[in-house]
């Protein structure tokens, strides 16, 4: 592909418009492959605190497990800047991606899971479920519902 640079040299025209035109054929707008930003992003699901020490945070799901817990080796740790962390336990639970659905799963922790208010060992998400670890609080959202203002700032139902 050719860089910004070439793209300017040449009038603005990518690589694609340039070699159909070289050839003398007319360039079919549905074999071009789109620039970088025409690409859409996959939507992240999160995590996002509802109750934080200093400013709300959005914690990624970007694996298809996810461990959350307050110790460090955790892909998602729970430490003091969250309000209710001392009631989270080291590992306290896994987000798992099953067959195109998330799933929140209790790894035997102490204060237990809950989603939108019930205990549960095991619970589909659906985006706008209120989840909480303990007494730690946060909102699941599938990320296909953010705009570019609401986009992640960190990595980080039913019964299933």
């Given amino acids: 592909m050719g860089s910004n640079r070439e793209e ?14 070289s050839k003398g054929d007319e360039y079919p707008e549905s074999q071009i492959p789109p620039t ?22 959005r914690l990624l799901l970007e694996r298809r497990t996810t461990r959350i817990g307050r110790a460090l080796d955790n892909d998602l740790v729970i430490n003091e800047t969250f309000v209710g962390w001392e009631t989270v336990s080291r590992y306290h639970a896994d987000v798992r991606l099953e067959k195109d659905r998330w799933v929140l799963v209790d790894s035997g922790s102490q204060n237990g899971v809950f989603v939108n208010g019930r205990r549960t060992g095991r619970n589909i998400l659906c985006d706008g479920y209120r989840v909480s670890l303990g007494s730690a609080e946060f909102l699941f959202r599938t990320g296909e519902n953010s705009g570019p203002d609401e986009a992640p700032q960190t990595q980080g139902g039913g019964e299933a």
Wanted: glycine share 6%; hydrophobic share 30%; aromatic share 12%.
């Fill in 8 to 21: 300017k040299k040449k009038g603005g025209e990518s690589f694609w418009r340039r070699l159909f035109k």
């Fill in 36 to 57: 970088t930003s025409e690409i859409i992003q996959p939507a992240v699901p999160y995590l996002e605190s509802l109750h934080k020490v200093d400013e709300p945070k």
